[in-house]
C-alpha cells in the first residue's frame, strides 16, 4: 500500500521530536483514548454551537510553545470534531473533505506506531535497522524490513478505522477499507488543495511516482485531472 506508516527507523524521528517538545507520546495516546464514547457523541451532536469555540480554541493552542500530553490530546479532538463538521456541511472539494476529516485521525495512528517501536519484536528491530543505517547496510527489501513495515501497517490502519468510529467518520472508513487506491489518491488531492506549496515540489513528484508503480497509469491520469479540476492547474 501507498498510504502505511513509516518504517521503524522513521518511527523513531517521530519519537525524537514528542520529546524535544517534552511530551510523553504514551501520555497523548492515554488521553485521547481515556475520552468517553458518550463525550465524544455529546459534541458530536452539539457541533453546530461549539464549532467557532473549538477554532478559536485551536488557535490559542497554535500559540502555546510546550503543549501538555493532555492539551494536544484535545486538540486532536476537536480537530476530529471539525473534521466531522466538514462533513456535514461544507462546500468544500470532496476530496479536501475526506483529508481534512481524516488527516488528523493518520496522525494519531502514526503515534501509535512510533510507541510500538519502543517495545517487544519491534523495538528489537528498531535497534537493528539504527546499526544497519549508521554502517550503509539497511536494506528496505530485507526480510525483518518488510516484516516490521507489515506489522507497522496493522497497527495504524486498526487504530486509523477506530478513530473514524468513534468520531463517526463511517463513510471514509468505508473508502479505505473498500477501495484504498481511491482512499489513498482522493487524500493525496485533498492534501494538494489544502496546502498549495505541494505542487510541483519532490513530494508531488514521488507521489505520481508511487502511484504509477503500484496502481497503474490509470489513477495517476485520475490524481492529474482531479487536481487540474479543482486546483486549476495546468
Same mark, same amino acid.
Given at each position: 500500500?501507498?498510504?502505511?506508516?513509516?518504517?521503524?527507523?522513521?518511527?523513531?524521528?517521530? !519519537?525524537?521530536?514528542? #520529546?524535544?517538545?517534552?511530551?510523553?507520546?504514551?501520555?497523548?495516546?492515554?488521553?485521547?483514548?481515556?475520552?468517553?464514547? #458518550?463525550?465524544?457523541?455529546?459534541?458530536?451532536?452539539?457541533?453546530?454551537?461549539?464549532?467557532?469555540?473549538?477554532?478559536?480554541?485551536?488557535?490559542?493552542?497554535?500559540?502555546?510553545?510546550?503543549?501538555?500530553?493532555? =492539551?494536544? =490530546?484535545?486538540?486532536?479532538? +476537536?480537530?476530529?470534531? &471539525?473534521?466531522?463538521?466538514?462533513?456535514?456541511?461544507? #462546500?468544500?472539494?470532496?476530496? &479536501?473533505?475526506?483529508?481534512?476529516?481524516?488527516?488528523?485521525?493518520?496522525?494519531?495512528?502514526?503515534?501509535?506506531?512510533?510507541?510500538?517501536?519502543?517495545?517487544?519484536? &519491534?523495538?528489537?528491530?528498531?535497534?537493528?535497522?539504527?546499526?544497519?543505517?549508521?554502517?550503509?547496510?539497511?536494506?528496505?527489501?530485507?526480510?525483518?524490513?518488510?516484516?516490521?513495515?507489515?506489522?507497522?501497517?496493522?497497527?495504524?490502519?486498526?487504530?486509523?478505522?477506530?478513530?473514524? +468510529?468513534?468520531?463517526?467518520? !463511517?463513510?471514509?472508513?468505508?473508502?479505505?477499507?473498500?477501495?484504498?487506491?481511491?482512499?489513498?489518491?482522493?487524500?493525496?488531492?485533498?492534501?494538494?488543495?489544502?496546502?498549495?506549496?505541494?505542487?510541483?515540489?519532490?513530494?508531488?513528484? !514521488?507521489?505520481?511516482?508511487?502511484?504509477?508503480?503500484?496502481?497503474?497509469?490509470?489513477?495517476?491520469?485520475?490524481?492529474?485531472?482531479?487536481?487540474?479540476?479543482?486546483?486549476?492547474?495546468?
Amino acid at each position: 500500500m501507498f498510504f502505511t506508516p513509516p518504517p521503524v527507523k522513521k518511527s523513531q524521528k517521530i !519519537n525524537e521530536v514528542i #520529546q524535544k517538545n517534552r511530551m510523553d507520546v504514551s501520555e497523548i495516546l492515554r488521553a485521547f483514548f481515556g475520552m468517553s464514547p #458518550q463525550r465524544i457523541e455529546r459534541e458530536i451532536d452539539d457541533l453546530e454551537s461549539k464549532v467557532s469555540q473549538f477554532r478559536s480554541l485551536e488557535r490559542e493552542f497554535g500559540r502555546v510553545t510546550w503543549p501538555a500530553a493532555g =492539551a494536544l =490530546a484535545e486538540s486532536f479532538h +476537536r480537530r476530529l470534531l &471539525l473534521g466531522k463538521k466538514v462533513t456535514l456541511k461544507s #462546500q468544500l472539494p470532496p476530496d &479536501l473533505i475526506l483529508f481534512s476529516a481524516t488527516v488528523s485521525a493518520h496522525r494519531i495512528a502514526e503515534l501509535s506506531c512510533s510507541v510500538a517501536t519502543d517495545r517487544g519484536r &519491534l523495538s528489537e528491530l528498531a535497534g537493528l535497522f539504527e546499526i544497519l543505517e549508521e554502517t550503509g547496510a539497511f536494506d528496505d527489501g530485507a526480510p525483518d524490513v518488510l516484516l516490521s513495515n507489515e506489522l507497522l501497517e496493522k497497527i495504524h490502519d486498526s487504530v486509523f478505522l477506530e478513530i473514524l +468510529r468513534r468520531y463517526d467518520l !463511517n463513510g471514509c472508513g468505508r473508502i479505505f477499507e473498500e477501495d484504498r487506491p481511491l482512499y489513498e489518491m482522493r487524500f493525496e488531492v485533498g492534501r494538494r488543495l489544502a496546502d498549495g506549496s505541494l505542487f510541483g515540489c519532490s513530494d508531488h513528484e !514521488n507521489t505520481v511516482s508511487s502511484f504509477r508503480d503500484l496502481y497503474g497509469p490509470k489513477l495517476v491520469k485520475e490524481f492529474l485531472g482531479r487536481l487540474k479540476r479543482h486546483a486549476r492547474i495546468s
